[in-house]
């Protein structure tokens, strides 16, 4: 089947899609796991199309090679074999005719990334220069120093920078799928948000050039942020809570309950959602990140809202 007469699929359910077949093919695939991958598959038609066209793509591909298979993913060579797996596996999918290049640039990346952070976990590293970077919740990053850039490739989740003087004179560079951000003199916070990445500048400035226009990049300066797209952005004041998770806590100020547990979900595994029943209601105060479970007992304490507990990985609030 070519990509011209095979069906169109919806982008997003086709990365996670990705995201599924990359978590059972290495091994790592609980039977919780299975339960969410079922449900998901079973919430949207959208959902089990591109499902189902990853099966097809991983049979032409005899997914997964024995060299490949969970064993190689798992045995005691670690992290160094299974990345080699993982990238031989992106190049073979690349060559596949039937839309995994919409796939490619997040799903393999993130699994195969240098730096990596679970759900609710967040941890500083050193870079080789003296600077250094904290990976928030769920975030996936490469570090690449070469003797021209220094190069930071986002993949997911969010991060802290702050640069250091380099002796060779080599650019500060931090990439994402919307475009290129080169740090001058600065620290700062790099976001991906759906189709968009966020940038705060806290010190300094930051060159933006969108990827769809590399010619025409544009400065944020500090105590200014920027949405952009691949297509460009704009600048706006800087959110004062910019930096507030690298503290642990998360604040809100009569924010939106849908967007309050939308924000609280990045830091804990499994589906937790809001019904629309309660969407509406507002949210103020500052919640220590440590303890996602205490933040929804306190909302059930503050709001007219239920805390329906199906499993520790599947919450839902809704209206009481």
């Known amino acids: 089947m ?26 790592e695939m609980s039977a919780a796991d299975q339960r969410r991958c079922a449900q998901w598959r079973a919430s949207d038609p959208e959902n089990e199309k591109a499902w189902q066209r990853a099966e097809r793509v991983a049979h032409k591909l005899g997914m997964v090679p024995p060299a490949l298979g969970a064993p190689a993913l ?26 995994w290049a919409v796939w490619r640039a997040t799903p393999w990346n993130e699994w195969n990334a240098d730096q990596q952070t679970a759900a609710g976990e967040r941890r500083e590293i050193k870079l080789p220069d003296g600077g250094s970077v904290v990976l928030n919740t769920a975030t ?8 021209a850039t220094r190069r930071l490739r986002l993949y997911k989740g969010e991060i802290l920078v702050q640069t250091a003087a380099d002796a060779l004179g080599r650019h500060f560079i931090v990439e994402s799928p919307q475009g290129a951000m080169r740090a001058i003199g600065t ?7 759906g ?60 924010m939106p309950l849908a967007d309050f547990v939308a924000e609280l979900a990045r ?38 809202v239920r805390v329906q507990t199906r499993t520790r990985y599947w919450v839902t609030l809704t209206h009481a």
């Open 140 to 147: 996936a990053l490469d570090v690449q120093y070469d003797s």
């Open 2 to 27: 070519s990509s011209q007469n095979a069906p169109a699929v919806d982008p997003r359910a086709a990365r996670e899609a990705a995201r599924w077949m990359m978590r059972m093919h290495s091994g």
């Open 74 to 99: 798992r045995n005691a060579a670690g992290d160094s074999q299974r990345r080699t797996a993982l990238k031989t596996l992106a190049l073979a999918l690349g060559a596949v005719p039937l839309g």
């Open 267 to 304: 830091y804990r595994p499994g589906l937790l959602r809001c019904d629309p029943s309660a969407a509406r209601l507002r949210v103020s105060g500052a919640f220590q990140l440590r303890d996602t479970d205490s933040i929804l007992q306190a909302l059930a304490a503050s709001l007219p």
């Open 187 to 193: 620290r700062f916070v790099v976001r991906l948000d």
């Open 195 to 254: 189709e968009h990445t966020r940038l705060g500048v806290l010190e300094g400035a930051v060159e933006v050039r969108p990827a769809g226009h590399p010619d025409a990049p544009y400065v944020v300066r500090a105590g200014r942020q920027s949405r952009f797209n691949a297509a460009g952005g704009a600048t706006e004041v800087l959110d004062p809570n910019a930096e507030a998770w690298n503290g642990g806590v998360l604040y809100a100020e009569k």
